[in-house]
């Protein structure tokens, strides 16, 4: 018999279930089975759904009502009797309640151990059917309610992210005098997590922690790598650090992926320090650990740190894989070190390392920086001798040499070739070479393919926008540029986002803003970096008062400000003089597990002096004082200049010989 199983209701929106007893709880579960499931039979007849009550059809003797035994046993259970998969098999052919509890009948002395049920149930993986079973061993067989069966029943609802039946069977698990144990919690969380319900996971941890049950590594590590994919790092923080006071012993991978967080999240000092924690517990950081931090590095553009980074790897003899070998080259052209970025990347095959087209692009770019052409050229025509195959970037990357040396034709050339070879040229391909045709004068020609893009439906991206409005710009006709800027208030041809993006790089205040709140208003962003391009746009513009609208709309969206985002928001409150509030969001980022860098932690005793709270300066300059992770020196040289500022001339004196008797000044 084939079955498929069709939602028919609308979704439901969340709530959890009260329950006053266990009637009203199987109730309310057999009215959200009833209401979201149709099954429809082969051929077409329709049966009833799985419900407690049965119809008024009289069930007919078959086959599956049959005990499925191999030898009777004399006392004790049957399980060794009973042939489980054909069991499981016609289980699996009934179509509703009725029809499972015919075939459990036989069973309902409980000849079946609790540990034989078990095993049945975790073998059924349709959420209904695991229902209807838990619910026949419940209360027709009355075994004594299993925590273990309850976990696969809501392994299985949660699967069908059935979730409000999930939250009553949590609620029955409790009324039935179960404790949830770690596998109850760690399916809760896992699976919330997984279909980006994030503040419900977060609340079933929270669950977990009041009923002092334990997590596992697993489980926090599972936290953080969802946290880490969602960008939310201040979370992901927060759950680390609840890790570690639970007394779990994080692993590599848990350290490599904090090693990542924390990069994310710019907090470039307390990654750098995971790698000493790592060490200090027995944890040998490895290629991974290194690789991490070192892409941290370049993202960001501290390339001198980078390459200090690759100093201490190979001092440790730690072993540099293909990733490490691509950020390097890319490091050392950003600091003009061309002549080492070309060794290693010959040196690469001697370490039993084969370059990518990776290693190649990236060598490519560098020589074209490094203006050495020749070079280039050589190794793109020796990527097509190898049959290495290139790609849109190396093409890129060529078409913006041919740029430099302002050979405009050969750099159109490329386009043709590249299409040739079934390469489809990208936003950044056509901005590279319109910016090359106005470089050369040929602005006419920039427009007219900007134009012809346009109409063929070609994805306008930011760089393509940003390079024609600064082309029209430079040969001063505002008008064509203030007419794009115009048509990006309402964008038919790219995402709101994008437009936002654009208009806030461009520094365009009010057409940002405009496009912001519609987009806001009909829930268009789903970015968290929307919100912080914003922020940031308004706080160069000095609109304070819409730095914390957006931030507000940010914390109601559900999103984590990363400490760029709060150290502007604090700095927008101080010039608003409230200091109470700019408190307030210190302390709630703080409580939430927000690890901030210096400069915020400075900033809020700004705040504090510009309020003259002097004993608030004095509190938290004490306790950062005590925080090994502090520049100290800037700590002191902070609070020094606060109270000189407020005229306190023997405060600033005596944190000045403080730091002399510290040695954090030279004597005079």
Request: positive net charge; charged residues 25%; glycine residues 4%.
């Amino acid at each position: 018999m084939n079955m498929i199983f069709t939602s028919s209701a609308k979704p439901t929106p969340h709530t959890t279930i009260n329950l006053h007893n266990l009637s009203q709880l199987k109730s309310h579960r057999n009215t959200l089975r009833h209401r979201s499931i149709v099954i429809v039979i082969s051929n077409s007849s329709t049966k009833d759904v799985w419900r407690k009550t049965p119809n008024s059809t009289t069930q007919t003797k078959s086959s599956f009502h049959q005990p499925y035994r191999r030898k009777p046993e004399v006392g004790g259970y049957l399980d060794h009797s009973v042939d489980m998969d054909e069991l499981v098999a016609n289980i699996n052919e009934t179509t509703d309640e009725h029809q499972l509890f015919a075939v459990m009948s036989p069973y309902k002395s409980r000849q079946l151990s609790v540990r034989f049920m078990v095993t049945v149930l975790s073998r059924e993986t349709d959420w209904q059917r695991s229902l209807a079973l838990l619910d026949w061993m419940n209360e027709h067989a009355l075994y004594t309610p299993s925590v273990y069966a309850y976990n696969v029943v809501l392994r299985n609802v949660l699967r069908a992210k059935q979730w409000e039946i999930a939250y009553g069977l949590f609620d029955e698990m409790r009324q039935r005098g179960l404790s949830p144990d770690r596998y109850t919690y760690s399916t809760l969380i896992t699976q919330f997590g997984k279909e980006g319900r994030f503040d419900d996971a977060l609340s079933w941890l929270q669950k977990m922690e009041q009923d002092h049950v334990s997590g596992d590594l697993v489980l926090y590590s599972n936290l953080i790598e969802l946290s880490r994919k969602l960008c939310d790092y201040s979370k992901a923080i927060s759950i680390f650090s609840r890790l570690k006071q639970s007394g779990i012993s994080p692993d590599l991978v848990a350290y490599n992926s904090m090693i990542n967080v924390f990069g994310k999240a710019k907090l470039f000092r307390e990654a750098r320090l995971l790698l000493q924690e790592m060490r200090s517990v027995g944890v040998s950081p490895d290629t991974v650990s290194y690789s991490t931090l070192l892409s941290m590095y370049a993202e960001n553009q501290k390339y001198l740190e980078a390459l200090s980074v690759f100093s201490e790897m190979k001092e440790v003899n730690c072993s540099p894989d293909l990733t490490t070998c691509n950020i390097m080259i890319d490091v050392y052209g950003q600091l003009d070190m061309a002549k080492e970025a070309d060794r290693l990347f010959w040196s690469m095959r001697k370490m039993g390392i084969e370059p990518n087209v990776v290693s190649y692009n990236t060598l490519l770019r560098v020589y074209g920086e490094a203006e050495l052409f020749g070079e280039a050229i050589h190794l793109f025509r020796l990527m097509q001798r190898k049959d290495i195959n290139q790609n849109v970037v190396t093409y890129n990357t060529m078409i913006k040499i041919y740029g430099k040396t302002l050979e405009h034709e050969k750099a159109n050339n490329l386009i043709q070739e590249m299409q040739n070879r079934g390469i489809e040229p990208n936003g950044i391909t056509y901005s590279t070479i319109i910016s090359i045709w106005d470089k050369s004068g040929k602005l006419d020609r920039a427009a007219t393919l900007f134009q012809k893009l346009r109409s063929s439906g070609v994805e306008i991206d930011q760089v393509l926008y940003q390079t024609m409005i600064v082309a029209y710009e430079r040969a001063g006709l505002i008008g064509h540029a203030k007419r794009l800027l115009h048509e990006l208030k309402t964008p038919d041809n790219i995402p709101r986002a994008t437009a936002i993006t654009i208009l806030a790089a461009a520094g365009r205040v009010e057409e940002a803003t405009w496009v912001f709140r519609q987009a806001y208003n009909s829930g268009e962003i789903k970015d968290i970096l929307v919100y912080a391009c914003m922020v940031d746009l308004f706080s160069r513009n000095r609109k304070h008062s819409s730095v914390i609208e957006v931030f507000d709309k940010m914390r109601k969206a559900g999103y984590f400000p990363d400490s760029n985002v709060i150290a502007l928001v604090l700095n927008a409150y101080g010039k608003l003089r409230e200091f109470d509030k700019a408190n307030d969001v210190y302390i709630e980022m703080q409580d939430e597990g927000c690890v901030f860098p210096d400069e915020v932690h400075f900033q809020m005793l700004s705040l504090y002096g510009a309020k003259r709270d002097f004993k608030m300066v004095e509190s938290l300059f004490e306790r950062l004082d005590r925080d090994p992770n502090i520049n100290k020196k800037e700590l002191h040289l902070v609070v020094a200049s606060i109270y000189e500022r407020a005229n306190r001339l023997n405060d600033a004196s005596r944190i000045v010989d403080r730091m002399k008797h510290m040695g954090l000044l030279k004597r005079a």
